[in-house]
């Protein structure tokens, strides 16, 4: 007998085929009520496994920032901080990589690609 | 009190071996290892016959102990192969600690080699691939210390100055220090000319790349009165894992070198201000800053006030890296083992110009991964037992 708790597709699956359908879905802790990433079995904070998958409102800040040095051309490489407590590794477009600061308010794109990701554009047009 | 207090002073490092061979062309990461090995059992009078426990790990070979056991022709009851960055090796004190006191093993051996520079200079690629992060191309592990570096100086006001300072007080230690692979003078201006990589991170704050080889050989404290050189005695020791990517460390100015650091002064009943000497592993000049920091030396966030005093530099009030650390003196891909080298020198005495004037205990901080994984050992000679 397996465990049905851990039935179906794995969360790293799920994470990339949700996105690949255009929607961005993180897992939520049912007893803590954050969402973290990336996927895993179990909330890193409180070690729950009654986690569920969530639609996080998309919103984000920068938290941390970089400009990697490039003979191709420079880019942007950031830390976002989500609404609702996950973070993730992304960059922010539509700005010079280098004028990205900490605590810019930002908002989640879903980018198609053989294997999806998600960038941020700068909440405030 | 945690039980692992009655570990204190009971295990010794009574041999050090260290090639010094920075560019060794025609030398694998293999021959660095053994020519380390060899020579820290020759320095307490024991020969390869003697082992009984090793305590490896290797960026060009997943399996390392097996490798190393048969070139060294080993015949090893106790084995230990974790493999967590650059703190490696002092995860394995540790475990070295447990295992001799376990009886498990009567003879320790932790080794290390790299050929990284001749072998074409870039981080050999471990198959660890990041899928969360590989899309967004930060350049590994530069980018993951850069957004640390960031973050610190957008909360604590810390400066591309006093990161640079850190580069140079490195230097002049290494000045001192006739085995460093670079000792060239270095200024504060130089280091912000350099060429950027991963803002703030220039190339002349980032370690070096060099080959080299290292070991250390443990026996329990008893048997370490009857070895060649006075016994330098592991007082305490901590370690602590906090991510493996840097989007999940939980807070990037402040690293799980707290935890390390705590563990290791508990079980030394020590305190920073009982420290003679330090050694912090300085893969990039942001992380002497968070060391200095998480292992108490000065409140978080006035690291670059302090170095920018001169505290860390030769003639300062805190004698740092004084081998000339990752940035000046070495780095064959994973530096952790050579942290622990120079503090048992230092507790020798044999350091010439750079000797701290009697020393009597030193700290040694190792960091692997981004920050991932942080040790800390603290080490001593006879009369702080």
């Given at each position: 007998m397996t465990d049905p708790r851990f039935d179906g597709t794995g969360p790293d699956a799920y994470f990339w085929r949700t996105l690949a359908q255009g929607r961005l879905e993180l897992q939520r802790c049912g007893p803590c009520q954050q969402d973290y990433f990336p996927p895993a079995l179990v909330c890193p904070r409180c070690g729950n496994t009654d986690v569920h998958w969530a639609q996080p409102s998309g919103k984000g800040q920068v938290y941390a920032t970089t400009t990697v040095r490039d003979r191709a051309g420079d880019y942007n490489v950031a830390l976002v901080d989500l609404e609702g407590g996950a973070r993730m590794m992304s960059r922010v477009e539509g700005v010079e990589p280098d004028a990205v600061r900490v605590g810019l308010q930002l908002l989640a794109r879903v980018v198609q690609a053989e294997r999806p990701y998600v960038v941020f554009d700068l909440a405030e047009k | 009190?945690?039980?692992?207090?009655?570990?204190?002073?009971?295990?010794?490092?009574?041999?050090?071996?260290?090639?010094?061979?920075?560019?060794?062309?025609?030398?694998?990461?293999?021959?660095?290892?053994?020519?380390?090995?060899?020579?820290?059992?020759?320095?307490?009078g024991l020969t390869t016959k003697d082992v009984d426990g090793l305590f490896c790990a290797m960026s060009t070979s997943g399996l390392p102990v097996l490798n190393v056991a048969e070139k060294l022709g080993l015949k090893i009851r106790h084995a230990d192969g974790t493999m967590v960055g650059g703190a490696s090796f002092v995860f394995h004190l540790q475990s070295a600690m447990a295992a001799l006191h376990a009886?498990?093993?009567?003879?320790?051996?932790?080794?290390?080699?790299?050929?990284?520079?001749?072998?074409?200079?870039?981080?050999?690629?471990?198959?660890?691939?990041?899928?969360?992060e590989d899309p967004f191309r930060p350049r590994y592990p530069i980018s993951s210390y850069a957004l640390a570096a960031n973050r610190h100086m957008a909360l604590y006001g810390t400066t591309r100055e006093q990161m640079a300072d850190v580069a140079v007080a490195a230097r002049a230690w290494a000045r001192l220090n006739p085995d460093a692979f670079v000792r060239d003078p270095l200024t504060r201006e130089e280091v912000l000319a350099s060429r950027m990589i991963s803002d703030p991170i220039s190339k002349a704050d980032c370690c070096l790349v060099t080959d080299g080889g290292g070991a250390l050989v443990l026996v329990r404290a008893e048997r370490a009165r009857d070895m060649p050189h006075p016994p330098v005695y592991v007082l305490g020791t901590g370690i602590s894992v906090s991510h493996?990517?840097?989007?999940?460390?939980?807070?990037?100015?402040?690293?799980?070198?707290?935890?390390?650091?705590r563990r290791a002064y508990e079980m030394a009943g020590l305190r920073p201000a009982d420290i003679d000497h330090v050694m912090l592993y300085d893969a990039f000049t942001i992380n002497t800053l968070l060391f200095l920091e998480d292992l108490g030396f000065c409140p978080k966030g006035e690291a670059g006030r302090l170095v920018e005093s001169g505290a860390i530099a030769p003639g300062g009030s805190l004698a740092v890296n004084t081998n000339g650390g990752g940035l000046s003196c070495n780095h064959p891909g994973m530096y952790g083992l050579f942290t622990l080298i120079e503090s048992v020198e230092q507790l020798r005495g044999h350091c010439g110009e750079r000797q701290i004037p009697g020393a009597q205990i030193s700290l040694a901080h190792a960091n692997g991964g981004v920050l991932s994984s942080q040790a800390t050992a603290i080490l001593g000679n006879e009369l702080t037992l």
């Amino acid at each position: 007998m397996t465990d049905p708790r851990f039935d179906g597709t794995g969360p790293d699956a799920y994470f990339w085929r949700t996105l690949a359908q255009g929607r961005l879905e993180l897992q939520r802790c049912g007893p803590c009520q954050q969402d973290y990433f990336p996927p895993a079995l179990v909330c890193p904070r409180c070690g729950n496994t009654d986690v569920h998958w969530a639609q996080p409102s998309g919103k984000g800040q920068v938290y941390a920032t970089t400009t990697v040095r490039d003979r191709a051309g420079d880019y942007n490489v950031a830390l976002v901080d989500l609404e609702g407590g996950a973070r993730m590794m992304s960059r922010v477009e539509g700005v010079e990589p280098d004028a990205v600061r900490v605590g810019l308010q930002l908002l989640a794109r879903v980018v198609q690609a053989e294997r999806p990701y998600v960038v941020f554009d700068l909440a405030e047009k | 009190m945690s039980s692992s207090n009655s570990l204190r002073g009971k295990t010794a490092i009574v041999g050090i071996g260290n090639t010094r061979r920075w560019q060794a062309p025609d030398r694998s990461a293999f021959d660095q290892l053994q020519e380390a090995a060899i020579l820290a059992l020759e320095d307490c009078g024991l020969t390869t016959k003697d082992v009984d426990g090793l305590f490896c790990a290797m960026s060009t070979s997943g399996l390392p102990v097996l490798n190393v056991a048969e070139k060294l022709g080993l015949k090893i009851r106790h084995a230990d192969g974790t493999m967590v960055g650059g703190a490696s090796f002092v995860f394995h004190l540790q475990s070295a600690m447990a295992a001799l006191h376990a009886g498990l093993c009567d003879v320790a051996l932790i080794c290390y080699g790299s050929n990284q520079l001749t072998a074409g200079g870039r981080l050999a690629p471990m198959p660890d691939p990041q899928p969360h992060e590989d899309p967004f191309r930060p350049r590994y592990p530069i980018s993951s210390y850069a957004l640390a570096a960031n973050r610190h100086m957008a909360l604590y006001g810390t400066t591309r100055e006093q990161m640079a300072d850190v580069a140079v007080a490195a230097r002049a230690w290494a000045r001192l220090n006739p085995d460093a692979f670079v000792r060239d003078p270095l200024t504060r201006e130089e280091v912000l000319a350099s060429r950027m990589i991963s803002d703030p991170i220039s190339k002349a704050d980032c370690c070096l790349v060099t080959d080299g080889g290292g070991a250390l050989v443990l026996v329990r404290a008893e048997r370490a009165r009857d070895m060649p050189h006075p016994p330098v005695y592991v007082l305490g020791t901590g370690i602590s894992v906090s991510h493996r990517q840097i989007s999940t460390m939980p807070d990037l100015t402040t690293t799980a070198a707290v935890e390390s650091g705590r563990r290791a002064y508990e079980m030394a009943g020590l305190r920073p201000a009982d420290i003679d000497h330090v050694m912090l592993y300085d893969a990039f000049t942001i992380n002497t800053l968070l060391f200095l920091e998480d292992l108490g030396f000065c409140p978080k966030g006035e690291a670059g006030r302090l170095v920018e005093s001169g505290a860390i530099a030769p003639g300062g009030s805190l004698a740092v890296n004084t081998n000339g650390g990752g940035l000046s003196c070495n780095h064959p891909g994973m530096y952790g083992l050579f942290t622990l080298i120079e503090s048992v020198e230092q507790l020798r005495g044999h350091c010439g110009e750079r000797q701290i004037p009697g020393a009597q205990i030193s700290l040694a901080h190792a960091n692997g991964g981004v920050l991932s994984s942080q040790a800390t050992a603290i080490l001593g000679n006879e009369l702080t037992l």
